[in-house]
């Protein structure tokens, strides 16, 4: 059985907050803006994002672990 039963939004980040990593807390907030469509980064400056990624190789779309820059 769960420790908590996921039942609203509300309690997804309540539990969201509870995260830590080196004893640091994330922020969290709830995003529920639609944004508009065909607003894109430009490639040169994406793909200096884009080696931060270590894809799946099954779901490459979907399933992706962002590495955070070191030192």
Same mark, same amino acid.
């Given at each position: ?13 309540q539990?969201?907050?509870?995260? +830590? *990593?080196?004893? =640091?807390?994330?922020?969290? !907030? ?7 469509n065909? $607003? #894109? /980064?430009?490639?040169? +400056? *994406?793909?200096? =994002?884009?080696?931060?990624? !270590? ?8 399933? $992706? #672990? /962002? ?5």
């Amino acid at each position: 059985m769960a420790p908590f039963e996921i039942d609203s939004v509300d309690t997804i980040l309540q539990w969201a907050c509870t995260m +830590a *990593f080196q004893y =640091i807390h994330p922020v969290v !907030e709830l995003l529920d803006e639609t944004y508009e469509n065909g $607003i #894109r /980064i430009a490639k040169k +400056a *994406f793909k200096k =994002i884009e080696e931060c990624f !270590e894809r799946d190789e099954s779901l490459p779309k979907y399933c $992706i #672990r /962002i590495q955070p820059q070191s030192g």
